[in-house]
């Protein structure tokens, strides 16, 4: 799976189905090669513009992947066919189709223990463990060292998790990374995702503007992506 060039040094897999994404899994993990994911969306196609440091671990991810319809069409701008994938469920299959140990590492102790909970439920033999996300970067690194998972779900939201999936993997070369944001809450059932017809519309980011309206200047700065769309 090769990244594809979609802005300055902004790279994106054009994933069309699971089938080569667990063959890229089954291929690092009996290599004992580790990485970190990045979901490629507009904001951080914009942070990259903007920040050379963030930009630079972007950059060096071997999995940055899209992550709704501004990484679609960055990609078919330039001849690409992809599609979305739910990185934070395909991981957790693959973990339990391939009796590997997983982690949750991030949110409140509360939605993190619902989560871990709610997964047992649905995978009995699932290798699971949890950590909540206020512990300081030292704390976790010592919970990875302790445990020794091979995948680990990782969600501080952007760009937290990103800088500390590099540090992570810095330490820890086998280990597979999933950058996942709020997978963990929704995992947890205390925050819903989108309508399964936004999701194929790609317009999650939309959704929670409207349910979540405190958070409208947030996505008022993803306007600064069309600029960088007519550039690219």
Not at 13 to 37: Q, R
Not at 148 to 175: C, D, T, V, W
Not at 187 to 204: D, F, H, M, T
Request: glycine content about 6%; some cysteine.
């Amino acid at each position: 799976m090769n990244k594809k060039n979609i802005y300055k040094n902004i790279g994106c897999i054009p994933i069309t189905n699971e089938i080569e994404m667990e063959a890229f899994f089954d291929e690092k993990v009996s290599l004992k090669e580790g990485f970190y994911s990045v979901a490629i969306n507009a904001e951080k196609i914009i942070r990259s513009d903007e920040d050379e440091n963030f930009s630079k671990i972007v950059e060096e991810s071997i999995f940055p992947i899209p992550d709704g319809i501004a990484a679609l069409l960055m990609l078919k701008k330039k001849g690409f066919k992809a599609q979305k994938v739910d990185l934070p469920k395909f991981a957790i299959d693959y973990s339990a189709k391939k009796q590997l140990k997983l982690g949750l590492i991030g949110t409140t102790q509360e939605n993190n223990t619902l989560a871990c909970s709610n997964l047992i439920k649905s995978f009995p033999t699932l290798n699971l463990f949890g950590v909540h996300g206020y512990l300081n970067n030292n704390s976790i690194i010592e919970k990875i060292r302790e445990e020794k998972p091979n995948i680990i779900l990782l969600g501080m939201g952007s760009p937290k998790q990103e800088l500390l999936a590099k540090r992570i993997h810095h330490e820890f070369k086998s280990l597979i990374i999933i950058n996942c944001g709020g997978a963990i809450d929704i995992l947890s059932g205390k925050v819903k995702r989108a309508p399964k017809v936004i999701q194929y519309l790609n317009a999650e980011w939309l959704y929670r503007m409207i349910i979540q309206p405190r958070r409208i200047k947030r996505y008022l700065k993803l306007f600064r992506f069309l600029p960088i769309y007519f550039k690219a």
